[in-house]
């Protein structure tokens, strides 16, 4: 079932790309390029913009931690044991990480990644919960989720975009197709682009936190401490003092927490195995 939903997310703006070439190859002209430019050419701009900006206010507005506070050895350490490149740490704004929904902490950054701790992670988490929170963090670079995320759903967005504008080319000079099939490959192209923001990009944020989690748990030895620590963030007042955010952080930490334990025994199970055979 993964790997049908995977092969989907694949393939469906691939098609509409396909389809979107194929009206720029059989009714393309000079003026029809100019116009896909046009239409296209401010959609990259100001996702590369954007992208940048945010980038940019993470740290602007987040405080580093000197390089002598003791969380930075412990995170190179664990960088090293997961082969991912050193992190910069910092101190997250408050406001950012609610208006980003971020539990604790969060990673930015494609080429070169940053974690961001909230005052309550570096406060009320002992050294071991926050390890077990950096490793997690650390598997989402690990795993290139930012990356992942960024390019499924801008192929979508664009994809879908392109398609439904793309609609009107064959009759922009004189009529080649029925209005029916105008509105068909028009109303085709909004499948892909509702699609990346309701099912699409929630689906890629579930499955790389629990890749994440599984990541951890195999380099920690254990859950337990990163199920301890999820606890105690999800209590903590940035959390709790938004209702609904508590609601669905406290309905997620359940999934997870489950999946977790099921790791950690099975990791337990195997090591038992493996010292009976040794």
């Not at 009529?175 to 890629?204: C, E, H, K, Q």
């Amino acid at each position: 079932m993964k790997n049908q939903v995977l092969c989907g997310i694949v393939a469906v703006p691939l098609a509409a790309f396909g389809l979107c070439g194929y009206i720029l190859w059989r009714w393309g002209s000079a003026d029809v390029y100019v116009v896909a430019l046009a239409l296209d050419a401010p959609l990259v701009f100001g996702t590369v913009l954007r992208l940048w900006s945010d980038s940019k206010s993470w740290h602007q507005r987040s405080t580093p931690i000197p390089r002598e506070d003791p969380l930075y050895p412990r995170t190179i350490e664990l960088a090293m044991k997961m082969g991912v490149p050193q992190h910069d740490l910092y101190a997250a704004d408050p406001t950012l990480m609610a208006k980003r929904r971020a539990v604790g902490a969060i990673t930015t950054g494609i080429r070169r990644h940053t974690v961001l701790f909230s005052d309550y992670f570096l406060k009320a988490l002992t050294q071991e919960e926050q390890d077990a929170i950096i490793a997690h963090e650390l598997a989402h670079t690990k795993q290139s989720h930012a990356l992942r995320s960024v390019i499924a759903s801008f192929s979508f967005y664009f994809a879908g975009w392109n398609l439904f504008f793309f609609a009107a080319i064959p009759n922009l000079q004189t009529p080649n197709l029925p209005d029916s099939w105008v509105s068909g490959i028009a109303g085709a192209g909004l499948i892909p682009f509702v699609a990346g923001i309701t099912m699409v990009r929630p689906y890629i944020a579930t499955k790389s936190q629990t890749e994440a989690d599984e990541i951890a748990v195999n380099v920690l030895g254990s859950g337990d401490f990163l199920i301890s620590g999820m606890k105690k963030l999800i209590e903590s007042p940035e959390i709790k003092s938004d209702q609904k955010k508590y609601r669905i952080a406290r309905q997620s930490l359940y999934g997870r927490m489950v999946r977790i334990q099921t790791l950690s025994r099975s990791l337990a199970s195997r090591n038992i195995s493996q010292k009976n055979t040794a």
